[in-house]
């Protein structure tokens, strides 16, 4: 048979038989755990080298993959690094359900406290705030990042409060975020304080509710 003549093949009741349909030759088929192999490579050589100092060649080699496996995800770092750090904004966090102000804002903290003590966290946070100063794309990827992901379960915290009768309606929502959100992170990621006092979170959770209260 010669290349590109077709013949019309039937069914064994006459029917004509349809043609399978094929997949283009030299369709990208992005697999999933690659995907995953390279954004947790990103992390890792974020927290090892740092933002300035990765390459596609470094995290191609620690997710075991070519470079042609991460360039057909993202064309540059730069895009890479902007699209991991705004999926971090996209999970957020849980909103506490303790049934009490101070009882939410105490778990809050407990579980933040934990993500930014976290090694790689540590190292990636303070670093990307670096090049934020000098990149407007990373500083606005990192805004919302560190932003919207607090924001959101902190206004469920302030309005579930609102809902108890525990806190008056209307209150400034900006002002009770700085109020739940900047202690922490001034401790974590500005002085980068790795320890916390023995009953810190205890405290700044019964400061931070009063506060809130007297809003």
């Known amino acids: 048979m010669l290349v590109g003549m077709t013949t019309n093949a039937t069914n064994a009741d006459g029917s004509q038989v349809r043609p399978r349909r094929r997949a283009p030759a030299g369709a990208a088929v ?15 050589e974020l927290a090892t080298v740092g933002y300035a100092r990765m390459s596609i060649e470094g995290i191609a080699r620690r997710a075991g993959v ?30 506490p359900e303790t049934g009490s102000l101070e009882g939410d804002l105490r778990m809050l903290y407990e579980v933040t406290s934990r993500a930014l003590r976290h ?3 540590s190292q ?15 500083a606005d990827a990192l805004q919302k ?3 919207e992901g607090q924001e959101e ?3 469920k915290i302030v309005a579930a409060a609102a809902g108890r009768g525990e806190i008056r309606e209307g ?34 959770a019964r400061a931070t ?7």
Do not use: C, M
């Open 66 to 95: 070519g470079k042609t496996a991460v360039y057909r995800r993202w064309r540059s770092k730069l895009h890479l690094v902007l699209d991991i750090v705004s999926a971090i904004a996209v999970q957020g966090l849980p909103a």
């Open 145 to 147: 990042a560190l932003k």
């Open 171 to 204: 209150l400034d929502g900006e002002l009770a975020l700085d109020l739940i959100s900047g202690p922490l992170y001034w401790r974590s990621v500005v002085i980068r304080n790795p320890g916390l006092p023995k009953g810190y979170l205890g405290s700044l």
């Open 209 to 215: 509710a009063a506060a809130i209260k007297a809003l």
């Open 119 to 121: 090694p790689v966290a």
């Open 153 to 155: 379960v902190a206004l």
């Open 30 to 44: 992005l697999r999933e755990d690659v995907t995953e192999a390279i954004r947790g490579a990103v992390f890792a």
């Open 124 to 138: 990636i946070i303070p670093d990307l705030q670096a090049e934020a100063a000098r990149n407007p794309e990373i």
